[in-house]
């Protein structure tokens, strides 16, 4: 209590009627201890905080609420201008008592005593309940679980024996045998003896000896492949499949006494004749024309040396079949030796075996040769084409992984169209695969093409869907239903599509007429962007009528943007626009002066200006508790309020529209004219589609869920269930996976994904549930989804407190701080998987609770009692911003490049624009 000269004795000892009231006093003197913790506990609601003071103990009321003085629990007291008092204080008793903000004014026994907020102690009120009795029971929902989440793209089985026809040979003998070991099985046990088998495959080969199925047609033949297996040469520097000696990669104790004894010892000496005869035979078998066993005994070769190949004792067995593995083949290489002349010859006689089997019509046998013989597959492939194999040759283009717009177009001409456009959305290469289909198949291109713009068209993409399609003449019937979509939608794209209405209809003018007169004399900065893209889209029109009509009021709309301070320059576009030869522009040209490069920056790009401070207190509190917020183009915000929907409100803080889906956590679209929200239903979350341009919401499904990505881009939408990471199409009736990783081995923490890159952190326990690692996976998205990072976070020894993760790899977690004066060092942290300008590792401290980071900005949360506190900071580790907020619950922070927002359970939501530095406060009424 502040030391005073003078008692304060007020005229009026406590409030009278109804008022509302913040906070109760309880005096366990007058009711009891037991007594005063039950009222405590009866008044306590979500938010509420408990305190000792003077004795008694105070309840802070989440929301200020009526109540009748006679009929409260506790002594009330009202919050008068940042101070609460139990009694209504005259102007000239609060001057002799001077109160701070935040202070506590009692009335006791007479006398008005001042408490300053250092003097209050918080109390944990869950303390006081005794729980030692309860015992913890697992539950589980009563309805039935969510069903799981369909594989759209199931594995292509590699092509079987008959798809080959009747020309394929029967098995060999040994076919079970070399099946087992290609495909990295137990080889099953042969009856002979170690010794016999050791005997019958080094036995030396007479040269035409009777009976010897190895007898040469021409002597040269031996002595030539026998100098290509000299030991003391390259007996073991050729792999069979590269014609370049592989780099050493550390071989063990082993493979150095196999490569001493196969220089130093007799069994080289075998070795090296046996390989000389096997190959011998086999050049036999081409020249025969057997080209049936040739190719059942051949030795496939490949461009480049596997990094665990190892040497060989022994040759190769025969192949069981004639027959193209799509996946290729699997576990280690061995090197065969010979060196690169035994090689050359090799590949020469399988081109010739080619050409023969194409000449003679046998095509899939042809194939066969490109791809498992010479490695060749892309060629197969094309081949396999040219003659009409179309699934085969998408079969062993999928299974190959060879470039995905090669296998959509693959697909796409193989007639399986739904396969097509699922692996083109997966991968994102609808552009390329396009590109493919141009050159040789225009018509399917077009199709194709049509399939690309309406996926995006679903994705509320719509000036991407009209740039798609707009190459197709006869589908521009289609393309103008999207344009006029979004211009509805607003935006930059809006305003791009509103110059294509305006230029690529006969009748697009007079119907854009109204909206471009009133983009272009609107004078609010708000819509100088949207100027800036239709004057872009404007410039790159051919020249028309309708474009000189339009050129002169936006030219003058560009010079008076150009004369507003803040905004972006947009001087080069004006020195474009008044470098075109259209007469339109003469007289303007004369009366305007030639608009100068401006050298103004934004608020991102100047971290010398003043830090942006915000503040809020309780007077700040909105009505509902906001449990996520997200900005949308046109500064409008959607907030997701739990029970009671979501809400879409706009810049001057009215209402725009509501949302009857329960909403607790928002997926925003790239576009910001889609969302979804999400809503836990005991195991499962109930998952609704928000499309906010038409202003309806419907439920899609419940899914199971353990993390997901905050964004997704309309489509395409990344989640984490049961040690799964699943790409969910969106656009599906029911939810069905694009793509998956079926066993991370853990449990999944965070995600976050970009138009580039998908990252997630993943917990992994021991059997015994205790605490093992943290693991970070990177994949890069065009073309693949492809791994390019799988890692460890170091120095983690514990569960982590709290984590941040952005796109492209770059993870910080955040230790549990035990102590103040125990320094620990920095927090366990991993750079991004690019390469790019990062932030530094973030140091222990008391107060913070955690981080959000993006590849430009951080956000860092701290909490002293009551203050919450987040600061932004840039790339450079210069404080831009800091939000403050005074009571409970914490703030909720979402950060991208464009926008930061905060809020909390109080209803308190405020947003900085991170290229202007405006802030945004958004009443929730």
């Not at 204080?89 to 903000?101: F, G, Y």
């Not at 006398?111 to 300053?116: H, K, L, P, T």
């Not at 000449?359 to 094309?382: H, T």
């Not at 990252?759 to 690692?773: D, G, I, M």
């Amino acid at each position: 209590m502040s030391p005073a000269l003078e008692a304060v004795r007020p005229r009026v000892q406590v409030h009278r009627g109804t008022v509302k009231v913040a906070a109760y006093w309880f005096h366990p003197a007058i009711l009891g201890e037991a007594e005063a913790r039950r009222r405590v506990l009866e008044a306590w609601r979500p938010g509420a905080t408990v305190w000792a003071l003077a004795g008694g103990h105070l309840l802070k009321l989440a929301t200020p609420g009526l109540c009748a003085v006679e009929s409260a629990p506790g002594l009330p007291l009202v919050l008068e201008s940042g101070v609460l008092t139990s009694a209504p204080l005259s102007p000239k008793e609060r001057e002799r008592l001077a109160p701070p903000v935040d202070a506590v004014v009692l009335v006791h026994a007479g006398i008005a005593r001042m408490y300053g907020p250092w003097e209050l102690r918080q109390v944990d009120p869950g303390a006081w309940l005794d729980v030692s009795e309860w015992r913890h029971v697992s539950v589980k929902g009563l309805g039935a679980p969510p069903p799981p989440v369909k594989v759209a793209l199931e594995p292509v089985p590699p092509p079987t024996r008959e798809r080959f026809g009747p020309g394929v040979p029967a098995f060999a003998p040994e076919a079970e045998r070399m099946l087992a070991r290609m495909a990295g099985r137990e080889v099953p046990a042969v009856r002979e003896g170690f010794f016999a088998r050791l005997r019958r495959a080094f036995r030396p080969q007479t040269e035409g000896a009777p009976g010897s199925t190895l007898a040469p047609r021409r002597a040269g033949w031996l002595d030539w492949v026998r100098s290509m297996f000299s030991v003391t040469t390259n007996a073991a520097s050729t792999s069979g499949t590269s014609a370049q000696p592989a780099e050493p990669q550390g071989p063990g104790a082993l493979e150095q006494l196999k490569e001493w004894m196969l220089r130093n010892t007799l069994l080289g000496q075998l070795v090296g004749q046996r390989k000389g005869d096997y190959l011998r035979h086999l050049f036999e078998l081409f020249e025969e024309g057997n080209l049936d066993e040739a190719l059942r005994h051949a030795i496939p070769l490949g461009k480049d040396l596997d990094a665990r190949a190892k040497l060989a004792l022994g040759v190769p067995g025969p192949r069981e079949t004639l027959r193209i593995q799509p996946r290729g083949r699997g576990g280690a290489a061995q090197t065969f030796g010979g060196g690169p002349a035994v090689f050359d010859a090799l590949r020469e006689r399988y081109r010739e075996t080619f050409r023969r089997l194409e000449r003679e019509g046998r095509i899939d046998e042809a194939a066969f040769v490109l791809a498992e013989l010479l490695d060749a597959a892309e060629e197969a492939v094309s081949f396999l084409e040219r003659h009409g194999r179309f699934l085969l040759a998408a079969e062993l283009a999928e299974g190959r992984n060879l470039a995905p717009g090669l296998v959509v177009r693959q697909w796409f001409l193989a007639k399986d169209v739904e396969r097509a456009v699922a692996i083109a959305r997966r991968s994102g290469v609808f552009a390329d695969a396009v590109l493919r289909l141009e050159k040789t198949h225009p018509t399917q291109a077009q199709a194709l093409r049509l399939l690309w713009a309406e996926s995006l068209a679903e994705a509320g993409d719509w000036p991407r869907a009209v740039d798609t399609a707009w190459p197709v003449a006869s589908a521009r019937h289609v393309a103008r239903a999207w344009v006029e979509r979004g211009i509805q939608a607003g935006g930059m794209g809006g305003a791009k599509l509103l110059a294509r209405l305006a230029l690529g209809f006969p009748d697009g003018f007079g119907a854009a007429r109204k909206d471009i007169q009133t983009l272009l004399s609107d004078d609010t900065p708000l819509r100088a962007p949207e100027r800036l893209s239709f004057a872009t889209e404007l410039l790159r029109e051919s020249t028309s009528d309708a474009r000189s009509a339009l050129l002169v009021p936006t030219v003058r709309a560009l010079m008076r943007d150009e004369a507003v301070e803040g905004l972006p320059s947009n001087a080069k576009l004006l020195q474009q626009l008044h470098a075109l030869k259209d007469p339109a522009l003469a007289a303007l040209r004369t009366d305007l002066p030639t608009p100068r490069p401006s050298t103004r920056e934004s608020w991102a790009a100047s971290p010398d200006l003043p830090n942006v401070r915000v503040w809020m207190d309780r007077s700040h509190a909105g009505a509902h508790a906001v449990h996520d917020a997200v900005v949308l183009p046109g500064r409008r915000v959607l907030l997701a309020l739990g029970e009671a929907g979501a809400r879409l409100v706009g810049p001057d803080g009215r209402t725009l529209a509501g949302f009857d889906v329960p909403a607790f956590s928002l997926v925003l679209s790239e576009q910001g004219n889609r969302a979804l929200a999400l809503a836990r239903r005991g195991d499962p979350w109930r998952v609704s589609r928000l499309d906010l341009m038409e202003r309806r919401a419907s439920h899609w499904c419940d899914l199971e869920l353990e993390a997901w990505a905050s964004t997704y881009d309309g489509e395409r939408w990344f989640t984490a269930a049961r040690n799964t990471v699943s790409m969910v199409d969106t656009l599906a009736a029911e939810p069905r996976s694009l793509w998956r990783v079926p066993d991370v081995g853990g449990t999944v923490l965070l995600m976050a994904v970009d138009a580039k890159h998908l990252s997630f952190l993943v917990l992994h326990l021991t059997p015994a549930q205790v605490f093992e690692r943290v693991e970070r996976w990177c994949y890069e998205l065009p073309g693949g989804p492809v791994l390019r990072g799988r890692e460890d976070i170091k120095s983690l020894r514990e569960s982590p407190a709290s984590l941040a993760l952005t796109p492209d790899g770059e993870a910080m977690v955040g230790r549990i701080v035990v102590s103040e004066e125990l320094d620990l060092g920095p927090w366990p942290y991993l750079a991004p998987v690019v390469t790019r300008r990062f932030h530094l590792p973030t140091f222990h401290d008391s107060n913070r609770v955690g981080e959000v980071r993006t590849n430009s900005w951080r956000v860092t949360r701290f909490q002293k009692d009551e203050l919450h506190t987040a600061v932004l900071r840039d790339s450079a580790n210069h404080a831009r911003a800091t939000v403050e907020f005074s009571g409970t619950p914490p703030q909720v922070v979402r950060l991208t490049e464009d926008w930061c927002v905060v809020h909390d359970l109080f209803g308190r939501v405020v947003w900085l624009d991170l290229h202007s530095g405006e802030v945004h406060r958004v009443p929730v009424v």
